[in-house]
Each structure stands twice: as C-alpha cells, then as structure tokens.
C-alpha cells in the first residue's frame, strides 16, 4: 500500500540552524500538507501546497518557514533560523483529487537545542 | 471556517467497556468529517470519514462514528475496547474546497 515517507525520523539543530525536513507523499496525490504537534499538544496546521504553489498557510508560518517541490517526487520544509519553540513533530500529509482525507507520514522530530 | 471541538481530553475505560468519543464541529457547509488515531511516537492513521454518504460509518478496529447534523457531532464509538485502542484520537473536519482543521484530540486510557 502507498504511504507517505519522512526524513529523517529526528533531527538535532541548534538555535538559528536553518534545517530541511524532507517528504516523498503518495505518487498520484497532488495536494500536500505540512502539520506541526508540540509534545502533548494538538496537531496544527502549517501550510497546504497544489500546483507549485502555498494555497493555505497559518499564523505559524511566517518567514522562516518555506516550502518547495523540488522536483517531481519530494516535498520540504525548511525553516530558516530555528528557534527553541520551533521543536516538534513535523508531519507531512497528502491527499489525491477523490475524497478529502490525508495521508500521513510518519513525522521528524525536531529538537532545537 | 469550519472547526471540531473534542469534548473530554482524556478518556478512561475498563477492557471491555463501550468507548464513546465526542467531537462537535462547526461549518458553514456540509462538511467533511474523520476521526484520526495516533499511537505513541507515531503518525495519525485514518479510522474513518464522513463524506456525505451513509450517515453512520464504519471505520477499522471495530470502530465507528455517527454523523448527526441536528447536534452538530461526529462521535466515535467502539462496543468493546481493547488495550490495544489505548492511543490519541483527533477528530478533523474540512470543508469542501478548504483544507482539514484538527481537534485537540482525545488520550483513550483502557485499563485491564
């Protein structure tokens, strides 16, 4: 069964280290996501992405945070300067043009020390 | 803009037991409705969806959640839980055309 992939599982940076988290969603999905869960809070929405461009963003994602399909099969988010808060699971998601659920990878843990 | 409420951050029952999930959502338009579920250290895992079908829907694991526009819920049941349901559940909702806002989610504990 198709899944969506993340790397790396953990990453270690430390403050003002820009960082790039990678995602290879399902082949055939054009939609992707980029969500964020501080430990033991709600999973937050961050940016959507559709035909190479941000359809959505959140309060979040401000100007250190990009996202780019660098070619046909990845999909990144990088922040630019890390700050402590910025520590956290990382999910990427995408969905196809039927139905709306997403797919989930496994996620990045992010620690900014 | 569309948004789910789970009502009930942590969620205790005993093996066996009937588990019960609220979720309450807000939308402007029909929406389209889930319930997620994430195990320690791992991604969220589709259960089940409402896409404007049947209004009860069955999920995986013997779970299942009934769509009741009156009440503005989505709740997630299961008759009998198992250890193995110990997890967090997020219940999600998204508009169509918009993208999908999630719950602060619910801590399943079962006890044996």
């Known amino acids: 069964e198709p899944e969506v992939t993340q790397t790396p599982s953990h990453q270690v940076t430390q403050m003002g280290q820009e960082v790039i988290l990678r995602c290879v969603p399902i082949?055939?999905?054009?939609?992707f996501y980029w969500y964020r869960q501080i430990l033991g809070q709600k999973v937050e929405f961050l940016v959507s992405?559709?035909?190479?461009?941000?359809?959505?963003k959140s309060e979040i994602f401000d100007d250190q945070f990009s996202v780019e399909r660098p070619d046909g099969s990845n999909f990144t988010l990088k922040i630019r300067s890390t700050k402590l808060e910025d520590s956290a699971m990382y999910f990427c998601?995408?969905?196809?043009?039927?139905?709306?659920?997403?797919?989930f990878g496994p996620g990045t843990r992010l620690t900014v020390t | 803009a569309q948004s789910v409420t789970q009502l009930g951050s942590h969620v205790s029952v005993s093996e066996g037991a009937l588990v019960l999930l609220r979720c309450n959502y807000s939308s402007s338009v029909p929406p389209y409705l889930f319930w997620y579920v994430q195990y320690p250290n791992q991604g969220l895992q589709l259960l089940l969806k409402?896409?404007?079908?049947?209004?009860l829907v069955k999920g995986i694991n013997g779970f299942e959640a009934e769509f009741k526009k009156s009440e503005t819920s989505f709740h997630l049941t299961k008759p009998s839980a198992h250890m193995s349901d110990a997890a967090e559940y997020f219940c999600a909702v998204s508009d169509p055309g918009n993208d999908m806002r999630f719950g602060a989610g619910t801590r399943l504990t079962v006890k044996p």
């Open positions: 998601a995408s969905r196809g043009t039927v139905g709306y659920e997403q797919y």
């Open positions: 082949s055939n999905h054009l939609y």
């Open positions: 992405f559709y035909n190479n461009e941000i359809s959505e």
């Open positions: 409402y896409t404007s079908a049947a209004t």
